[in-house]
């Protein structure tokens, strides 16, 4: 029912930046929890940011200091702003929804790759 549709992404040099977004349609109907995982072919989905129903945030060791979750201006939007982009952060990205007891739920997915 709910569908959550991500945007953004691409593919950019070393030291660039881009920002994703995640975007609940047609909304959540409870407090949830917003998390962004990624993976690379071959290898685990991991952590690598998140943000609670009162906006506390936190970051994978990886990504610290490089990245930002932040609300969207759009309602019921979030985005990553990702900066000083590494070869190593290439992967596919996911918005993941986790509300209280709503439901949870992913996003299809952008893919992100960065050159050296």
């Known amino acids: 029912q709910v569908q959550l549709v991500q945007s953004g992404g691409g593919s950019v040099q070393a030291g660039g930046s881009l920002r994703l977004s995640c975007a609940a349609s047609p909304y959540i109907d409870c407090r949830y929890d917003i998390s962004w995982y990624r993976q690379a072919p071959g290898k685990e989905r991991e952590f690598v940011s998140g943000?609670?129903?009162?906006?506390?945030?936190r970051y994978a060791d990886s990504v610290k200091g490089r990245f930002t979750i932040s609300q969207g201006n759009a309602k019921n939007t979030v985005s990553l702003q990702m900066t000083s982009l590494k070869p190593e952060d290439t992967a596919m990205y996911y918005c993941k929804v986790v509300g209280s007891w709503c439901g949870s739920y992913w996003g299809q997915g952008s893919q992100v790759t960065v050159s050296s």
């Open positions: 943000m609670d129903s009162v906006g506390s945030t």
